[in-house]
């Protein structure tokens, strides 16, 4: 700074020496005289002062801009921090986006598989809309986010508008897979609902077809054993007329009459031909009468046994079968044994068993088939080789006819075991019987 007067001379002698104040601050007046000018003793201070005003204002500006860098620097890191914060809520909503896509195919997957198969539709319109609405969501970009300090993220007011509107974005996108998560299990559910019904209708159908089978083959059964009781109560007559002169015990005769009473009122009674309940009872009670009147008939007759034709106890007889009406068919033991022989060869060559439909005869119902046949298409009561136990009929829809493979066998291979086809019984041999064979041993 240039002083524009000259300094005063001094008023004393120039080589005094220094006060001790003045030889103390000699060194900085020095360093300060180097810098800024002196005025002279006596001058004015007023350029000194301005020099003080400039050097302090520059010192407070650079002060100032140092300041403003330091705190744009923070201001860009805290811009950096928000951003940071925002684009994680991007990338995630970016991640819900994929699971969006994935919800979007199962759910088309359940919609074409569930067609016609709900038991309400309108949860899978309800899905369709959502499958929709989210295809539209999954289409759309994220939204950006600017560097820190450019243009729309320049200030922490923008970081926030940033963040809700990023927040915005990604709850919508989850909510979305959410609510077509959702969706796409009540139409799942729906879908179960449906199957369980149809099973449940399948299983009535099959209930109701196991039922109708089941009261079909009831009311078969029921025709069967009505008419076997039948045949059980007519025959019941003839052992109980046959046994009367017989001397037979009344206290036997009368169980079996007893029964016989049972067994037509049996005959009589009805039962509802579609209810199953009550056909099977009706079954179970025919069956019932129609096995105590047998077994009351083999009572009495036991008590008239004396080992003649048609007179034989049934505890010296073996048991083969049972007849078509229900009776329990008998013959006498060795004749029994040799027959289950030609039984199990029978069955190995025809795939079937050699099934006896009348063995032995009891004196009663010999009787019976006189009066059924008629003289001359059967032997005389007493006279049958059935009342002796040695002979049998063997079922003709079994395959015994003439010139059937059956009855070729059985009259071939029967003899071995001593069962031979008469003479009287063969084609041209006058009563021609094909079912009829004879234990001649």
Known sequence: M??????SAPSGPTDAPPSGHERDM?????VASSTIPRPAEGGSMRPLLVFLVVAAVALVGSIVFALVRLGDGRELDRLAAAR????QVVDEGRAAQEGLADEVAAAEEVLGATQGKVVDDALRTALARHVDEAEQLGAQQPPTVPEPGTAGLEAPEDAEVLRARATEWAEGVRSAAAGLAAAREDVEASHRAWQDERRAEQARAEQAADRAADLETARKRLTTVTDQLAISVRDSAYTLDWS???GAPEEVRGALATWRKHGQAALDAQADPDDLAAVNALVDRREQARRTIEARAWDVRATVADGSNGRIAIDSLCKVGVGPEGQDQYLRCDAAEAWKTLDQAFAKEFGKPLRVEYGYRPFDWQL????EFGAGQVAAPGTSNHGLAVAVDVPVDDGFR???PEFAWLAAHGPAQGWVHPEWARAGGGREEPWHFEFVG
């Not at 940071?84 to 684009?87: D, M």
Request: charged content about 15%.
């Open 244 to 246: 009367q002169g017989l």
């Open 26 to 30: 000699s060194p900085q007046v020095a």
């Open 2 to 7: 240039a002083i524009d007067h000259e300094p």
């Open 368 to 371: 019976q088939a006189l009066d």
């Open 84 to 87: 940071a914060e925002v684009v």
């Open 402 to 404: 003439f010139g059937q």
